[in-house]
């Protein structure tokens, strides 16, 4: 159940659609999970996840393009930084 029902919490209808479509995806869950406590690079996502390397890319561009992740070093080839942002802040904290 989420959080939000329980705690009978009002919240607007993006943030409810961006937790839905994160909550969609078990990929795009444990991406979520795993930026919760610090910023990371994709392959520590990866490992921390259980989510296959080749599969990290295209979770982070999902959640980037809804307003979840930012990069941090965008002009970076390689070892981009990932954060939450405010927005994938509160998902975070209300999944299970």
């Known amino acids: 159940m989420i959080k939000w029902i329980k ?3 009002t919240i607007d209808d993006n943030v409810l659609k961006v937790y839905g479509y994160v ?4 990929y795009r ?3 979520v999970k795993a930026l919760q406590q610090e910023n990371k690079t994709p392959t520590q996502i990866a490992k921390d996840s259980d989510i ?18 930012n990069c941090l070093n ?3 080839r390689k070892n981009k930084i990932y954060t ?6 509160e998902i975070a ?4």
């Open 7 to 9: 705690e009978a919490v």
């Open 52 to 69: 296959r390397i080749s599969h990290i890319s295209k979770v982070l561009k999902e959640l980037k393009e809804c307003g979840v992740v």
């Open 84 to 89: 939450l942002t405010a927005l994938g802040h």
């Open 74 to 76: 965008e002009q970076d």
């Open 23 to 26: 909550l969609s995806s078990s």
């Open 29 to 31: 869950t444990r991406a």
């Open 93 to 96: 904290n209300n999944l299970e």
